[in-house]
Each structure stands twice: as C-alpha cells, then as structure tokens.
C-alpha cells in the first residue's frame, strides 16, 4: 500500500520534467506533451511513480486507511510469490560478496549485519550467489515497496480483520522464467511469473504458457477455475479443487503448487519461511 505525499509528488514530478528539458513547473505539462516518446523514457529513468495520497482519490496514505479500515471493505483475493526478489536481483548477478554486502549496508544501514548473518553467502549456490542472496532478502523484508514476504502476510491479516480475504503464495518453484539473460538461472517462483497461469496470452517476448509441463497445465486450471470462481462469486469455492478457507490472522493459506499438489498452508509455515520473526521485530 505504498502512497507518497502530495509535495513529494510534485517535486519527483519537476525533477522528471526538468531531466527531460522542461525545467518551468508553470509550462511543464505543455512541454512533456509534446516531447517525443523516447525523449520521455531517457529522462524517466531514476522517476518512481507511487499512488499520490491527500487529494480527492486517496485523502489519506492508504496503508493508514487499511490499517483503520477506512476503505471499501469487498471480498479480497490477494497474494505472493515464493521468490519474489528473484526477478529484481537479477542485475545484480556478476556481484562479488564484498559488492553484495555493501549493496545490504548501503540499503539497510545498521540492521545490515544481522541480515547478512541471517542469508549467509555461502548458503547460496554460485553462478549468480549475489542475485540469490539479495533476492532473499528483498522478498523477505519486502524491500521494494512491500512486494512479498512478511509485509505482504501483515497486510492480508490487517484486510482479514475486516473483509473477507483470501490469501495465497504461488509457489511453483520450476515456473518459467521471464529471460534466457542468465543461463541456468535458478528463478524460483518470481515475480510476475505466475501471470501465464492464469493468461495464455501474457508473453516476455516469447510465449510461457507454451513452456508449461503437464503438472504445470494442470496448476493453471486450477488458478482459472479459482480466479473465475472469486470474480463471479466472491469466493474461490471450485467443486473437486482443495478447499480455499478465508484468511485470518494465525489462520491458513492456499499454497498454488503443480502436479495436484495444491494445498493449505500455515500462517505459520508462510512466515517461518519467510524469516517474519526477524524482519517483523524491525
């Protein structure tokens, strides 16, 4: 539920226009209108955009609002995938440990050594140790803006304490990968990678659903059938799937797995998993 302030918008926003040639905030609308296409991308580089919060769409940040339940309280179907992190580290796989450890210093200051001594280096296979160990450490402290891991457990169980919610972890461990940019990279269950499940059409230049095993196949259906069955009923009850109970903090959740192998998990299982009593102690 990542928001940022009206100010830090505007000036994140300025600092874009102005990196693209638009340096006047009285014109600057005007002028990135009517900049070509890939002058805009060059200059968008370093720009992260965030939902805006204190105007008439989000009056308050809306992890406040979740948090006090000031929100439109509608079944939720929400969810995680085991190896978040991995997609992002990605570009971090040449890293010897000392660049690796200085990338954790530099992005978690004083914590960094009892996060390194918790995803110890050698605990990782090589090629690519560094993209492994940071990627770890991303999904479990759900650095990037809360995607995965323990952030991503606390906001289902604050959603579960007043709607309907349904949480789940895609947890295919052998999904396709997005790339072929690291050859015998160990993807996990990434980011973005259990889109081609649920639409065939979704491609990163080729065409994962293609890629899918049988017990992968099998997976996908199941994903479809449950999606289906949420969009159209408010809960994703299938007749022959394993049963999706709503979510409640200490409760359970789905874990998506191939082969038939779908099933429930602990709240517990997930944030041992994911190392929650370390990062939630932060």
Not at 103 to 116: D, H, K, N
Not at 226 to 247: N, S
Request: a neutral charge.
């Amino acid at each position: 539920c990542a928001t940022q302030s009206r100010a830090t918008a505007q000036a994140a926003s300025l600092a874009f226009a102005k990196a693209a040639g638009c340096p006047d905030a009285a014109t600057a609308a005007a002028c990135l209108r009517a900049l070509p296409e890939q002058k805009l991308l060059d200059a968008s580089t370093s720009y992260q955009p965030l939902f805006t919060s204190g105007g008439p769409e989000l009056p308050v940040p809306a992890a406040q609002a979740v948090a006090s339940g000031h929100y439109n309280r509608v079944p939720l179907l929400m969810g995680t995938n085991h190896n978040e992190g991995r997609t992002f580290a990605q570009g971090f796989a040449g890293y010897t440990q000392a660049q690796a450890d200085q990338l954790i210093t530099s992005e978690f200051g004083s914590r960094a050594p009892a996060i390194l001594a918790r995803y110890p280096w050698n605990s990782y296979p090589s090629p690519y140790t560094a993209a492994y160990m940071i990627g770890d450490i991303w999904t479990d402290s759900g650095f990037l803006t809360g995607i995965g891991g323990c952030p991503e457990q606390n906001l289902a169980t604050q959603f579960a304490a007043t709607t309907p919610t349904f949480f789940y972890q895609f947890d295919d461990l052998h999904a396709p990968g997005l790339n072929h940019d690291l050859p015998g990279y160990q993807w996990g269950a990434g980011h973005a990678m259990e889109l081609a499940y649920l639409w065939p059409s979704f491609n990163n230049g080729y065409s994962l659903y293609d890629l899918l095993t049988p017990a992968q196949l099998e997976l996908s259906r199941q994903m479809v059938r449950y999606w289906g069955a949420f969009a159209a009923g408010r809960a994703p009850e299938v007749a022959g799937q394993p049963l999706w109970p709503r979510y409640t903090a200490g409760g359970r959740l789905m874990s998506l797995r191939p082969g038939g192998r779908t099933r429930t998990i602990a709240a517990s299982t997930f944030a041992a998993e994911h190392q929650c009593s370390f990062w939630n102690a932060s």
